[in-house]
């Protein structure tokens, strides 16, 4: 979780609230879970979620 947020300059927190957000819509499919602890995430769809949520707060303002 910690090197997604260096990667896109979050804090530490943002990342646990973006894959619940993930979870919820249809950017599930970035999010695999091999195991009970372990959770991969697509970088690539982590982008494009991060870029979702900025057009939606662009189109709100």
Do not use: C, W
Not at 4 to 22: C, G, K, R
Not at 36 to 52: A, Q
């Amino acid at each position: 979780m910690y090197k997604i947020s260096f990667i896109f300059n979050n804090n530490s927190i943002a990342p646990n609230n973006d894959l619940t957000e993930m979870r919820r819509t249809e950017f599930n499919v970035y999010i695999l879970r091999p195991s009970h602890k372990r959770v991969y995430i697509n970088v690539e769809g982590y982008k494009s979620f991060l870029e979702y949520k900025q057009k939606l707060r662009e189109s709100t303002i």
